[in-house]
């Protein structure tokens, strides 16, 4: 038998003489190879334009397992037949003597063939009968054509399967040579060292192909989004605040923001409550006793809520569900430490006990700024909020009056979407109410204006993601990570 | 936010000129409510019963789905979303809402006995003489109860209303609380009369009714309202008696608002009249009660008097940012409901409506001025003052510690801080000791019983998701587990975290070691100065684990993953992995 080389070599030298040939199938008989072998040595001829081959498929049928045991025993019908004696047998007797599976398969066969009866003993009911189905099996192994309804008979009992023939009709191609050199892939020390690189041929390199991927880590692609908001509140001044307390009582996460206790948003619906550590036991007496009068009876021009407010209900821990509940942590100690104006961002997790579904998980990742100083204006915050969404490239924006328990005026940023053809809302903001501010010990004319938002919102904008479980969370495809843009955000 | 439905139609007829959806979704954003949705009352009721779209009829009446601020409870009808429109637009004048003048003998009284005391302590009541309703003031009658109840009202917890067919009744009345099995009456919609006690099983299987029943359910005593001759009106805050039921032919109506908050049940009852005084016959005009309480003191309601505030101009003036004229302001606040006028001292004397409960303090005049003036007509400034801008060292140290990992080779991953107990304790073959982890008691699912205590479960999740990802797959995060941390004012405390794990056909257990070797020499500790000393963590496999010693303490462990957690994961290869504490090198 040939080897590779050698079936290529007479390949090519039939070639030379013949224009073609047409069945690499029987060529290989010819030759004495294996049709496998030839195949590959035919694809990378062609790959180098030696030889043009076609495709040619050819359907035969295939012995199964079962079917080739048969062409060897004969048809399990014959089998029982056969083993049934002239004179008789119990149903029992004949059984013991055959194969469960011939039994079963051979009995019901031969008595629908009508050649058995049962009465009650098995007799035969023909004196000879010929096993056809063997006779058909060895027809097939020798490639001979059965009938239509032969092979249809055969399928069904599950005996032979359809077999793909895949060959080749080949002729020159526009690089004949009758003997090929082999084409070098690589320039190699070996070749730099003999100086051989000159004379070598070299394969022609595939630019259709994808290069190889490269190895190394990969960042995740929401937190390069935060990697960019933290540079734009950086490059605007901004002090970051420490957010990395999830736990918060619901005092500095509502009861100082000025958010009365029967408000919806503290509905065990809306907030997670914490069975443990279930409350918060210090507070700064002083200022709580100031926040509970702000409540209970306002000041400071306030006329409050006028409701009794408990204590207890301002003890219980949550998660936090917003971060402005640092950011009153951060004024309060600021009012403390003796104001001085302070710009302050973070972007940190938050809380929600809400239903999850496409757009809304349990936590998310909240983006808030804010500016504390004296005689800030709404022009200033609408200024800062252009100055801020134009550095992510939303040049046009424009707010609607919104409502808000800690901040008055409240306005919704809405920015135009050019692709959209709309108003798409991008975040909130508002000035803090005095009642949130001047209970903290702030001088009176101070005031802070702030906005907030999502990153995720921005993000599943930016990569094209409509299910945020895609994006954050343990469902997240790896191959998401590895492969998502850098983050080029009004670039 | 609220929704309330008004017909289009009505709309262009009371604004006197028909607007395109484009040109009412401005004037809806201009003042702060959103048009949130354009349907018609078929489709809404062929919504509710599943049938096709396709059924719609050409002529249908339009809807318009309006969205009001939460705490603009005159907005929660079609009648006071007209009015705050035409205000605006300058069609109509601010009504003066007044009560009628009756001399005091005829006006009747609410008595209120001491036991309500226990369980539902204040009753406010109003009445609308000579009202005229026709279907679409009825059904918005019907509708702002609704809404009161599902808003400020808080599911009927704070305030109920009661709406009664006052010539079916007779005053004097009394707001009595007493046991329940000594209540009796035909409830509203029912033929045959129930006990208190009775009703009470009854509504279990009201769809409606089953969520208010919680209210008084476990009191030995009931509130319940009755004439003087023991008609029973309401058992608030369940059900309204038969008897006195409202129609559309009523033509005086009683409106009682029970509470446990007497400011809300003020603003509710005024919200009622207010908004429904406009179909009476003397206009804006509502009969007063007295009420008189245990003690005997007599308090007249509903209170429609007009709250004043004296505000800056030079405050509106610096808050909005506009050199505003005090003219302008006046002007200005009369589109939103407010009147004013300019006093000594370069101030404003506001007067606020009874409808106007939002308005807490001056900066909720500003705000009025601003929208008045348009938000998107105030010139853009910057804030003078420069400041410095920093990051928090941990957060700096932590970004700087993501890149050092992702150049090593390793993919960032971001889990969720809540997980199952399970996912935190049983699957990582540990056991939950109440010590180190906090506990959520109200979660929607099991999903969020716990937050971690480490990163070990999300990882895990991630590889449990990643079958069909190609190995080896390395994965990290830096991210907050939190513990319980009883040096802290609220008892827990958020920690830092580095985790990495390395999965393949075979554990690559001296990966995870080079990594933390890497990981120690971007941190600058030399190869003495730490240390790995075996260990017993349950999550790892025995032998093939290591603690971190650093300065004399351990700051994290790292080893091969127990084959029972893999498992308990459903992970089919081998993983290395670890975890450490980071602050500890800041």
Same mark, same amino acid.
């Given at each position: 038998m040939r080897d590779a080389d050698g079936a290529e070599r007479a390949l090519l030298a039939f070639l030379e003489s013949n224009a073609e040939i047409s069945n690499s199938e029987a060529f290989a008989r010819d030759l004495g190879v294996d049709h496998e072998l030839l195949a590959g040595t035919i694809k990378s001829l062609h790959g180098f334009g030696f030889i043009e081959a076609k495709d040619v498929r050819r359907e035969s049928w295939e012995l199964t397992e079962e079917g080739l045991v048969y062409s060897r025993n004969g048809s399990p019908e014959v089998q029982v037949f056969d083993a049934v004696p002239a004179g008789g047998i119990s149903r029992e007797d004949l059984q013991r003597k055959l194969d469960d599976s011939v039994f079963s398969i051979g009995f019901r066969k031969a008595m629908s063939n009508k050649w058995l009866e049962t009465k009650p003993l098995v007799s035969r009911k023909v004196l000879k009968v010929e096993d056809v189905v063997k006779q058909q099996l060895l027809d097939i192994k020798d490639g001979k054509n059965l009938s239509a309804a032969d092979i249809d008979a055969l399928k069904k009992r599950k005996l032979i399967v359809p077999k793909v023939w895949k060959a080749y009709s080949i002729t020159k191609g526009a690089?004949?040579?009758p003997t090929r050199t082999k084409a070098a892939t690589e320039v190699t020390r070996e070749m730099l060292l003999k100086e051989t690189w000159s004379e070598v041929a070299f394969k022609p390199y595939n630019f259709q192909a994808l290069g190889q991927p490269t190895e190394g880590g990969h960042l995740h692609p929401l937190l390069k989004v935060r990697t960019k908001f933290r540079q734009i509140f950086l490059e605007m001044g901004f002090e970051e605040m420490p957010t990395n307390n999830f736990v918060e009582s619901s005092f500095w996460n509502f009861d100082a923001l000025f958010q009365p206790q029967q408000h919806p948003a503290r509905d065990s619906h809306d907030t997670f409550f914490l069975k443990s550590p279930c409350k918060t036991q210090t507070f700064p007496e002083d200022y709580l006793e100031r926040v509970k009068t702000i409540h209970e009876q306002g000041g400071f021009g306030s006329i409050g809520y006028m409701y009794d407010w408990k204590r207890e209900e301002a003890e219980k821990n949550v998660l936090r569900t917003h971060t402005t509940a640092v950011s009153s942590r951060m004024l309060y100690k600021l009012a403390q430490d003796g104001f001085v104006p302070k710009r302050y961002f973070s972007i940190d997790r938050v809380f929600r006990n809400e239903a999850v579904d496409r757009t809304h998980l349990a936590e998310f990742h909240q983006i808030e700024g804010l500016i504390c100083d004296k005689g800030l204006t709404l022009g200033d915050l609408i200024g800062v909020l252009n100055d801020f969404f134009s550095r992510l490239g939303m040049k046009k924006l424009r707010f609607k009056p919104a409502y808000n328990p800690y901040t008055e005026p409240s306005m919704e940023i809405f920015s135009y979407h050019e692709q959209l053809n709309k108003w798409v809302e991008v975040g909130n903001s508002g000035m803090f109410r005095p009642e949130m501010l001047l209970p903290m010990g702030l001088p009176d004319d101070v005031s802070v204006i702030a906005w907030g938002l999502s990153l995720e919102r921005p993000t599943m904008i930016l990569y094209g993601i409509d299910n945020i479980r895609d994006l954050f969370g343990h469902k997240v495809d790896l191959k998401l990570i590895k492969s998502n843009p850098i983050c080029r955000l009004g670039m | 936010m609220p929704t309330v439905s008004v017909a289009r139609e009505l709309l262009h007829t009371m604004l006197g000129r028909v607007y395109t959806q484009e040109e009412f979704d401005e004037l809806c954003f201009v003042i702060g409510i959103e048009l949130d949705d354009v349907t018609t009352e078929k489709a809404i009721i062929r919504k509710e019963k599943h049938?096709? *779209?396709? *059924?719609?009829? *050409?002529d249908e009446e339009v809807i318009y789905k309006i969205e009001v601020p939460a705490n603009r409870y005159d907005l929660l009808c079609p009648e006071g979303i007209c009015r705050q429109l035409r205000i605006f637009l300058r069609v109509e004048k601010m009504p003066t809402y007044r009560l009628s003048r009756l001399p005091d003998s005829s006006i009747l009284k609410m008595i209120v006995k001491p036991e309500t005391a226990v369980i539902r302590p204040f009753v406010v009541c109003a009445i609308l003489r000579g009202i005229t309703f026709d279907q679409a003031r009825y059904a918005s009658f019907i509708d702002l109860q609704d809404r009161l109840h599902q808003n400020i009202c808080r599911k009927r917890t704070l305030v109920a209303i009661g709406t009664h067919d006052l010539d079916t009744l007779q005053g004097p009345f009394t707001y009595e609380a007493l046991p329940p099995s000594e209540i009796k009456f035909i409830p509203l919609k029912q033929a045959q009369e129930f006990t208190a006690k009775e009703l009470m099983e009854f509504y279990k299987s009201d769809l409606k009714l089953k969520k208010f029943l919680h209210i008084i359910e476990d009191s030995p005593v009931f509130p319940v309202i009755y004439d003087s001759n023991r008609t029973v009106l309401s058992l608030p805050p369940i059900i309204n008696g038969a008897h006195s039921a409202i129609s559309l032919n009523t033509k005086n109506v009683l409106i009682e608002c029970t509470a446990t908050d007497l400011t809300k049940a003020k603003i509710v009852l005024n919200t009622m009249v207010a908004m429904f005084s406009g179909y009476c016959d003397e206009k804006f005009e509502v009969e007063p009660v007295d009420v008189v309480d245990p003690v005997g003191r007599v308090t007249r309601y509903p209170d429609l008097s007009l709250r004043t505030m004296d505000v800056d101009l030079s405050y509106i003036k610096k808050s909005v940012g506009v050199p505003l004229q005090a003219g302008e302001i006046v002007d200005l606040l009369s589109k939103m409901q407010l009147t004013s006028k300019e006093i000594d001292g370069d101030k404003i004397q506001v007067s606020i409506p009874p409808t106007r409960s939002d308005i807490l303090h001056p900066c909720d005049v500003m705000e009025d001025v601003a929208v008045a003036y348009g938000f998107n007509n105030i010139p853009k400034t910057r804030p003078k003052t420069s400041t410095e801008g920093r990051q928090q060292p941990l957060n700096e140290f932590s970004d700087l510690l993501r890149l050092e990992l992702a150049m090593a080779g390793f993919s960032e991953v971001l889990n969720w801080v809540l997980v199952s107990k399970k996912e935190n304790f049983t699957l990582l073959n540990r056991k939950d000791d109440d010590k180190i982890a906090a506990i959520v008691s109200n979660p929607r699912s099991s999903d969020f019983e716990v937050l971690r205590t480490s990163l070990l479960p999300g990882i895990l999740k991630v590889m449990e998701h990643s079958k069909d990802v190609p190995r080896p797959v390395k994965v990290f995060e830096i991210s907050d587990v939190v513990l319980l941390d009883p040096s802290k004012d609220v008892g827990a405390a958020n920690s830092r975290h580095l985790a990495a794990l390395y999965c393949s056909t075979t554990s690559g257990f001296e990966i995870i070691h080079g990594l933390l070797d890497r990981i120690m020499n971007v941190l600058n500790v030399p190869v003495d100065g730490y240390t790995v000393g075996p260990s017993n963590e349950p999550e790892l496999f025995k032998g093939r684990q290591a603690k971190i010693f650093y300065k004399g303490s351990c700051v994290g462990s790292f080893g091969i993953i127990h084959p029972q957690v893999l498992k308990n994961f459903d992970i089919p290869d081998p993983c290395s992995y670890i975890e450490m504490e980071i602050e500890r090198f800041l």
């Open positions: 690089n004949y040579a | 049938l096709q *779209e396709n *059924e719609a009829d *050409e």
